[in-house]
């Protein structure tokens, strides 16, 4: 209970307010993992390499196309950046748009195979198993989170795999006011600390998934869930998942040249869909 009150009071945000004249200014791009945290990989890539091949692409065009935005990177090399700096750097920013980049990736399931067979003293014949660990590799498609309420017993692989990298942190029972990424019982607290600009921070990742349909790609939705690196945002922020590294077509297709203009077109157009919508004269 202390830690639960200890959080509603700290947590404060100057919130922005689409008001007259107001602008996008600064977008914050943060390539998922890094250093590390970066285990996540498919049949010849890493999570943190397409994460930040792709953040950098955006961010490039983002500068060409949108000279009066400014882009600030959480990262721009292959190191490790706590979650709790991550929206840092954000939120010191000032900026008026977080996306994070992340690539998915499907569980290891076991299962039990038989490898052969053996013929016991009476001549019966019985099988050899083994058990070995899989993952799908057919699992394909976009979707994008946005901070949400969670749920006591959500345990979903996103949340683990995401929320993971907090172990990862020297100070993180400091860092996140003892919250254990371990406990289900945490995650009502994180959940807690999304801010009020859950609407807009919905309605640019329709926007983005938007524009995955319009490549082609298949849409797996926009959902809240309690992800560490959005809770403390103060200002709208996505994480969107731009593929399956797990699943080889879509590996290929995020490392190819074609996949990242295309990934990083859909990304740009979104953001200039919604500073149309936020942003008056």
Known sequence: ??????????????????????????????????????????????????????????????????????????RTSDVFVPLYDRIGVANESKADLFISIHCNDMPLRRSTVTTGYRKLKSGKRVPIRKTVYRKSTSTRGTETFVSGMGRMNEQDEVIK???????????YQENYQGFDPNNPENY????????????????????VQNEYVKAGRIDRGVQEKSLAVLARAGMPAILTEIGFISNPEEEEYMNSELGQAEITRGLFNAISTYRKTVEHN
Do not use: C, W
């Open 161 to 171: 795999r995401e929320n993971a990298a907090i172990l990862l942190e020297e100070n």
């Open 188 to 207: 009502i607290i994180l959940s807690l600390m999304k801010n009020n600009f859950r609407e807009a921070s919905l309605n640019f990742a329709k926007m």
């Open 1 to 74: 209970m202390m830690v639960f009150i200890s959080l509603l009071t700290i947590i404060s945000f100057d919130n922005q307010a689409f008001s007259q004249g107001y602008k996008i200014k600064t977008i914050v791009i943060d390539a998922g993992h890094g250093g590390k945290d970066g285990a996540t990989r498919g049949a010849f890539s890493t999570e943190k390499e397409v994460a930040l091949k792709t953040a950098l692409n955006l961010g490039k065009l983002i500068e060409a196309e949108m000279p009066d935005v400014r882009v600030v990177y959480t």
